[in-house]
């Protein structure tokens, strides 16, 4: 049996396309996924900046290029609190690619 992804009846709008190609490419790291991970698990549903370089095992600044990725990919949140960052996971894009993916029966 063939599986094709689930996007609908409707052909895909080329902004629609673009919006998705940008998620997949934000999330088709192993860095960025575990970031993904970390800030979903954690118990307030959030995560400073300051508590993902030894998680990761990564420098600050790379921490923050992956970080970035993903804010500008619309997955995360970022409030600012003082001098650190606060990410939090944009309710809905990971569900939206999630169901990209689900094969139709």
């Not at 959030?46 to 790379?62: A, N, R, Y």
Request: hydrophobic share 40%; net charge neutral.
């Amino acid at each position: 049996m063939c599986c094709t992804p689930s996007l609908g009846k409707e052909l895909l709008r080329v902004s629609d396309a673009e919006s998705l190609a940008t998620r997949f490419k934000a999330v088709a790291d192993p860095n960025r996924l575990r970031i993904l991970s970390i800030i979903s698990s954690s118990p307030d549903a959030e995560t400073c900046v300051c508590d993902l370089s030894e998680p990761l095992g990564l420098g600050q600044p790379t921490v923050s290029h992956h970080l970035k990725i993903l804010v500008d990919a619309g997955l995360l949140n970022r409030e600012k609190r003082g001098v650190w960052a606060y990410y939090s996971l944009v309710p809905g894009p990971l569900d939206s690619l999630a169901a990209t993916l689900v094969c139709s029966s």
